[in-house]
């Protein structure tokens, strides 16, 4: 038996949610870990998922695959979960994985559960724990087909380096045509240095920046830190900010490991996109702002003078 991973790739280089999805499906001790990568990506970063405790990976180096397209993938995944022995598949709970999650399911008469946050429990059945409601919540479901598909929500593991590199395996599959029905035109990405959903650090701005020309303050925390920038969705409708850097509820759900929230008042809607972030930090002028409730640290005070003294003690400390 083993367990399979959908490795998703961008700019050449395989994502960490999907570092953390082998990680997860080693830890369930269930059988051998077999990555499958889709598309153009170079041998030696694939071989590094062994790091990450998996113990082979099926490269399809079909360039048709470069563009996403969900059938498609969900076909090559199915096959692989039939090749490989496979009744259990994890991927990373994504815009792409997902979907590409429910079709598999669909094909192979799997159970299927998202936002998975931990290991299931294996001692009654197979119960799996997910977040809902936007983080605030979670619930226990239990998986009773023989098969199972995994959505994993980023961060729900640690992408740990436990072994080596292992050598590239190529898979080759008849991709049938009908799959390919539905094509993409256009892939229109957000811009930026380091895009909010892999970001580890997000520093967000609010109305409380008073204007699109004082960003500069907050972006220079951001490089400081390495980080990504957001900004709340008032800014983003005032236009001071790109909509793709809109995080909430209706904007960009992000979980990185520290977001600061800089001037942002800190609405239901904001909230509900910042609340698994790992820590929470709050800069706001206003001691009663609702945000510092939901804060793991609050600093009161003016962002135009707290802001560049941030900066600058981060900077120190490299």
Same mark, same amino acid.
């Given at each position: ?16 949610? /999907? ?8 830890? *369930? ?5 077999? #990555?499958? #990568? ?5 041998? @030696?970063?694939? /071989?590094?998922?062994?790091? =990450? ?19 498609? =993938? ?5 096959? #692989? ?17 997902? +979907? ?42 239990? *998986? ?9 929500? $980023?961060?729900?593991?640690?992408? $740990? ?7 590239? !395996?190529?898979?080759?599959? @008849? *991709? ?8 993409? !035109? ?42 990504? !920038? ?24 992000? #979980? ?33 702002? +609702?945000?510092?409730? @939901? @804060? ?23």
């Amino acid at each position: 038996m083993s367990v399979l991973v959908f490795v998703e790739v961008g700019e050449g280089k395989i994502r960490k949610t /999907s570092l953390e999805a082998i990680a997860y499906a080693n830890a *369930l001790k269930a059988g051998d870990v077999v #990555a499958v #990568a889709l598309g153009s990506i170079e041998a @030696a970063e694939l /071989s590094s998922v062994g790091k =990450y405790g998996a113990t082979k990976v099926l490269h399809v180096a079909d360039a048709r695959l470069d563009k996403p397209v969900i059938q498609v =993938y969900a076909s090559v995944l199915t096959k #692989a979960m039939q090749d490989e022995n496979a009744d259990i598949l994890v991927l990373a709970n994504s815009s792409l994985g997902t +979907p590409v999650a429910a079709k598999v399911a669909i094909k192979t008469n799997a159970s299927f559960v998202s936002n998975v946050v931990d290991l299931p429990n294996a001692a009654n059945g197979f119960v799996v724990k997910r977040s809902i409601y936007t983080g605030k919540a979670f619930s226990f479901v239990e *998986l009773k087909n023989q098969k199972k598909v995994l959505a994993l929500k $980023k961060n729900a593991a640690e992408a $740990k380096e436990i072994g080596n590199t292992i050598a590239v !395996t190529p898979y080759a599959i @008849a *991709l049938n045509d009908a799959d390919f029905n539905t094509t993409t !035109t256009a892939i229109e990405k957000a811009t930026g240095d380091i895009l909010l959903p892999e970001a580890e650090i997000v520093v967000s701005g609010g109305r409380g920046l008073k204007g699109p020309e004082h960003w500069g303050i907050l972006e220079d925390l951001a490089k400081a830190l390495h980080a990504g !920038t957001g900004c709340s969705k008032p800014v983003s409708d005032l236009g001071w900010r790109p909509h793709h850097e809109h995080v909430g509820q209706t904007g960009v759900k992000v #979980a990185p490991q520290l977001y600061i929230a800089v001037g942002i008042s800190g609405a239901i809607q904001h909230l509900a996109g910042v609340n698994s972030s790992k820590v929470i930090v709050v800069i706001n002028k206003d001691a009663d702002a +609702p945000f510092f409730k @939901a @804060a793991d640290y609050g600093i009161v005070g003016d962002a135009f003078d707290i802001l560049p003294k941030l900066t600058a003690a981060v900077k120190a400390s490299h």
